[in-house]
């Protein structure tokens, strides 16, 4: 009985933690960027019960043309964006349907390295009652022209 017990407690805790994901609602996967223009990239944050308070998102290009890119909890590259994160639900017409995001309006440098670029993402927050520390890291290829 005890070992179901502690086997239940873990499944709710890794379902909490599971469950503060956040993740790129945009750009979609191997979308074109020219070098020099301004692209938004959406972070979506799905509305939980658990309690959390948002630190931060850093946001980075990391060429990925002639090396395989090692992943965003690696190596991030080209900071684009290091600040607060606030996301919300809007109620802008055929928004009403996403979960809360926020939504940066970034720019690829112009001298950036033509080819596929790893757009990657840190998400600091602090998580339940206890307010432990959580890091997550997500990614998305983008082309670069």
């Not at 959390?52 to 990925?64: F, M, N």
């Not at 043309?65 to 109620?91: M, W």
């Not at 720019?107 to 600091?124: C, D, Y």
């Amino acid at each position: 009985m005890r070992f179901f017990s502690a086997l239940f407690s873990l499944a709710i805790a890794t379902t909490s933690v599971v469950s503060q994901s956040a993740n790129l609602g945009a750009p979609a996967d191997m979308t074109q960027v020219a070098a020099g223009s301004d692209f938004t990239v959406m972070v979506d944050r799905p509305d939980t019960l658990t309690g959390s308070i948002e630190v931060a998102v850093v946001i980075a290009l990391l060429s990925c043309a002639s090396n395989p890119c090692p992943g965003p909890s690696a190596e991030l590259g080209t900071v684009l964006y290091n600040g607060p994160f606030n996301p919300q639900f809007t109620t802008e017409p055929g928004t009403t349907n996403l979960p809360p995001h926020e939504n940066f309006t970034l720019t690829v440098p112009s001298s950036f390295t033509k080819g596929n670029a790893q757009l990657g993402v840190a998400h600091v927050y602090l998580l339940g009652a206890s307010v432990s520390p959580e890091l997550e890291t997500f990614n998305t290829t983008i082309v670069v022209t």
